[in-house]
């Protein structure tokens, strides 16, 4: 193998890894970076490993999850009667959650910051729990699509490194 080979194909190893972990970790576009990994591998391997078909639908799969993963929560919080403070207050549950107690934080603390966001917006405790709930669904079910999305290329992707 050459150096710039071994180089392209580390460099879209981290951007699997990096594409996995953004599935769960906020602020993380998962699902762009595990379709990075799958282009630096196929211009590691003169773009012998993926047909243009295929790579252009990962990268649709990509772009489609990340829109997703944008309106669902949204459209969850929405359905539940949720507020911004609501969406925020879960974002940032999910941060200190993570932050807290890994990786299962991460679902707690999106739940309560969704609860605590609706309360601090003025919320009866009853109207905060259900768009609290609201919210959470729609992050979980956001984060389940990326991960099925990113997991495919990855399952791609490592069948095609070895």
């Known amino acids: 193998m050459r150096a710039m080979e071994v180089f392209l194909v580390v460099l879209a190893s981290f951007s ?16 762009p970076f595990s379709f990075l990994g799958l282009l630096l ?3 590691a391997r003169g ?12 990268g649709f799969l990509a772009a489609v999850v990340t829109a997703l993963d944008f309106l669902i929560p949204a459209a969850g919080a929405r359905k539940f009667g949720a507020s911004r403070m609501g969406f925020w207050g879960a974002v940032a549950g999910m941060l200190l959650g993570l932050l807290a107690f ?19 917006a003025g919320k009866k405790a009853h109207e905060a729990l259900r768009a609290g709930w609201g919210v959470f669904m729609g ?11 990113s997991g495919i290329m990855t399952f791609y992707f490592v069948k095609a490194l070895f």
């Open 139 to 149: 992050v979980l079910v956001g984060m389940a699509l990326k991960l099925i999305a």
């Open 47 to 58: 773009w012998d490993p993926f047909s243009p078909g295929f790579l252009l639908g990962m």
């Open 16 to 31: 699997m890894l990096v594409g996995l972990v953004g599935c769960v970790v906020p602020g993380i576009a998962g699902p």
């Open 102 to 120: 890994p990786p299962f934080g991460l679902i707690i603390g999106a739940f309560l910051g969704a609860i605590g966001g609706e309360m601090w």
């Open 41 to 43: 591998l196929s211009l």
